[in-house]
């Protein structure tokens, strides 16, 4: 069985969802057409996934909100992973 691989558009994709605030769902994001090419392609691209409201950010829909906590829960993991072994 193949392993799923992380491409760097999924990677950046974790990021536009890292930049979402964790304790107020409330608050959304803009990704400006200043933004860096990569981030604004990955934010279309959860846009089409159904993650967040708009092409250009917005909110997290409830989906969104599922991924981006278990993206900081993975960045958690992986963080402690280093210093318990």
Do not use: C, W
Not at 22 to 32: F, T
């Amino acid at each position: 069985m193949t392993q799923p691989r992380y491409t760097p558009e999924m990677l950046d994709e974790l990021k536009v969802l890292g930049l979402f605030s964790p304790v107020n769902h409330q608050e959304g994001i803009k990704v400006h057409s200043s933004a860096e090419p990569s981030m604004i392609a990955a934010t279309q691209r959860l846009y089409r996934k159904g993650l967040v409201t708009q092409a250009d950010g917005g909110y997290l829909t409830a989906l969104g909100q599922e991924a981006a906590d278990h993206a900081r829960d993975l960045l958690t993991l992986l963080g402690t992973a280093e210093v318990t072994t």
